[in-house]
């Protein structure tokens, strides 16, 4: 027989205050042969205060509930435990509601006749709700559909208050700045944006000793992408006095070599360096809010902290080229400037080594060093090439006395890696860690990712998975996605997106004969837009329906047909219009505006 199981937190704010959990069991048999084979089910109630078991639900010592049950349930006061017994010839259920706080004696059980199936449809209702005043993707590939639901779903669960927390249930329920920043700005580009201005006040206000610099760039960049989605500068402004802090701790505390002064290498690593990552941070944060404070009519502060951004720059480049080994091939491009941070090979042979792996990946995305440069090309080519990722995820070494196995995987922190891969058009690396994510990253079906993972299994029931759930993993996942159909850039490297790319990177198989992708109430850069594309390869045309921004025009707007391989895109039109598709399908659309239909010629190469 089969043992099924389902879970999840009731939303009736009368249980939801107090995370009620409900679960319902059964043993399904799956053929004659199986009819007569029987089954069980125990809880456990794991505590040493004194229980008492009344009809249907258990009290704890102050009377208060703890756990309702069905009739299905026996109570084993020796043993503390409680006890369902399946027969395959009934395939009967047995529900349970677990009050995670304890609720007093007069609240009702919400597994009374029918509660369970109340409480399931309320919450299916509730979850829709969520998910349809986002954005909306759907894909050939139901189990990308469904990833991405669950995800929205879980992060959402995870919010305690008005605080996005790194998990729940474990250490990692807390508070943390890159983490969190990077869980709230996939919130933010699925369409969230109330959500979004209530969970990035607390980690405006978060400090944490020790890398203080590091958190001032990271809040400097969160309020600058806000602005640039929402265009809300009355809100931007009601922030003032916080991030008004984080530039004066910048300006006021760079010194020697014109950085900022040493700080820890990271959180977890004490050690206090000249930091590549924290000064490329801040460089980041400053260049770009100043530009959002330019367009917002702040002037002053905007070219203030535009022109101390340049000059910033030039001694974060001038400290790296100083720091750069380049006895090694590719160059090995340090965090730890000055020559206090040595070429690991392979990259997670140390403890060191993979902290560095981890870090690189913000240097990259930071872009300090310049987008395209040769440094670039570097920090790229040293992960890729020395053992820093595996399935286009990102490596670490296991911690001996917490990991059982010596090989696993951090994902979350390769986010800046792919988006670098997407702004390069590197479509196809970007898809390796697309699907490694979805093969390795999460548990299987059920979508839920840890800090960490195992590559290998452990047993017959999975590998280990570092304290699950996890809102930046998620996120990984969610941007990665969205970045994959959807791109609001900035590619001349002046801090104000300028240009939208459409479908520039979607897997060539969704646009197989027969199928077909979309994206609605997708929010960028220069508002809303929508597209929808359908493949027709045996009539020799992919047709595609785009809604494009109205808010701000967009300098570029570009789509993209990728069409499966073996195919090519010959020409275009927009409305009755031919205009010209370049090798890749891609077709400029810079001088339209409203609701556009494209079709793509394509022909077998």
């Known amino acids: 027989g089969t043992y099924q199981q389902e879970t999840f937190a009731l939303v009736d704010p009368v249980y939801s205050s107090n995370a ?21 089910v125990t809880i456990r109630i794991d505590t040493l205060e004194s229980i008492t078991n009344e009809t249907g639900r258990l009290l704890n010592a102050k009377g208060e509930v703890i756990v309702w049950f069905d009739q299905n349930w026996k109570w084993d006061k020796d043993r503390r435990v409680l006890l369902a ?206 530009a959002a404070l330019g367009e917002m009519g702040d002037h002053v502060q905007g070219n203030r902290l535009t022109n101390t951004a340049a000059e910033f720059r030039t001694h974060i480049l001038a400290a790296a080229v100083k720091s750069i080994d380049t006895t090694t091939k590719p160059p090995f491009v340090p965090v730890a400037l000055f020559g206090e941070e040595k070429a690991v090979d392979p990259i997670c042979a140390t403890k060191m080594g993979s902290y560095w792996n981890l870090l690189i990946n913000f ?53 800046r890696y792919v988006l670098t891969l997407l702004r390069r058009d590197e479509a196809e690396r970007a898809l390796v860690s697309f699907y490694g994510m979805l093969a390795q990253g999460f548990t299987r079906e059920t979508f839920c990712a840890g800090e960490g993972s195992s590559l290998v299994p452990l047993d017959e029931f999975g590998r280990q998975v570092s304290l699950p759930p996890n809102t930046a993993g998620n996120a990984h996942f969610l941007t990665m996605l969205r970045y994959l159909l959807v791109q609001d850039l900035d590619l001349d490297d002046d801090g104000r997106p300028e240009t939208l790319r459409l479908g520039f990177a979607t897997p060539r198989r969704w646009l197989e004969d027969g199928k077909s992708f979309k994206v609605e109430r997708a929010p960028t850069a220069f508002g809303p837009i929508a597209l929808k594309m359908e493949s027709h390869l045996k009539q020799g045309e992919v047709t595609a329906e785009v809604e494009l921004p109205s808010r701000n025009r ?28 370049d090798a890749q399908g891609t077709i400029d659309l810079s001088l339209r505006t409203g609701k556009q239909i494209v079709r793509f010629a394509v022909e077998k190469n």
Request: aromatic share 10%; with cysteine.
């Open 20 to 40: 009620v959990i409900i679960s319902r069991f059964s043993f399904v048999t799956n053929n004659q042969m199986e009819a007569d084979r029987k089954g069980h």
């Open 85 to 290: 017994l399946f027969s395959g010839k009934t395939n009967m259920n047995a529900a349970v509601a677990v009050a995670t706080v304890p609720m007093p004696a007069s609240s009702a059980s919400p597994i009374a006749p029918k509660g369970y199936e109340s409480q399931r449809t309320r919450a299916i209702e509730t979850w829709k709700n969520i998910l349809v005043a986002g954005m909306n993707i759907e894909t050939p590939e139901p189990v990308v559909n469904n990833a991405w639901r669950n995800l929205v779903l879980e992060n959402f669960s995870i919010i305690n208050g008005n605080s996005l927390r790194y998990s729940a249930g474990n250490q990692y329920d807390a508070l943390y700045e890159t983490e969190g920043s990077d869980a709230l700005m996939a919130m933010m580009v699925w369409g969230y944006e109330a959500d979004t201005r209530r969970l990035l006040v607390p980690l405006l206000d978060f400090v944490r000793d020790g890398i203080k610099y590091q958190q001032a760039g990271t809040k400097l960049q969160d309020v600058a992408r806000y602005y640039w989605q929402t265009r809300d500068a009355e809100f931007v402004k009601s922030l003032q006095p916080k991030w008004t802090k984080e530039i004066e701790r910048i300006l006021s505390n760079r010194g020697e070599h014109g950085l900022l002064p040493r700080e820890r290498y990271c959180n977890d690593i004490a050690t206090p360096i000249f930091s590549l990552n924290s000064n490329s941070k801040c460089w980041r944060g400053l260049r770009d809010l100043g």
């Open 363 to 415: 240097v990259i995305g930071n872009e300090a060093l310049g987008p395209g440069s040769k440094y670039e090309d570097w920090m790229l080519q040293y992960l890729q090439q020395h053992g820093g990722l595996c399935m286009g995820m990102e490596r670490a070494r296991p911690w001996p006395g917490y990991w059982i196995d010596s090989q696993n995987v951090n994902p979350l922190y390769g986010t």
């Open 554 to 581: 967009p300098e570029r707007m570009l789509l993209r047909a990728r069409v499966p391989d073996g195919w090519k895109v010959t020409s275009a039109t927009v409305g009755t219009t031919n205009v010209p598709a």
